[in-house]
């Protein structure tokens, strides 16, 4: 997953009604029909989230019959998982040194 299409992920995942399909899709694969019934949105409204999930590259279709069945792309997924792991693990470290120089700085204070 480029620069690009994990920014387009991150942001497909800042919408309530997206993040609420992603779950879903989570469990198992669906069609439009089945994640609308789950929903407080309107067929439609989980058709524009699907096609915006999709053209961030976290959502795949497949046709099956007259019905499209949605699922997660484990790759895409996974890579920004392993960004959010960055980040964590960025996070953990510059926590780390912070305590690390709170602590040094009360044994340079006490005699």
Known sequence: MGADRS???WSALGDPTRRAIVAALAER???VGELAAELPVSRPAVSLALKVLKEAGLV???AAGTRRIYRL???AVAALRDQLDTFWARALTSYGDVIEQSAGDRAQEDP
């Open 7 to 9: 920014e387009q992920g």
């Open 73 to 75: 792309d484990p790759t």
């Open 29 to 31: 694969p669906r069609a």
């Open 60 to 62: 795949t279709e497949r």
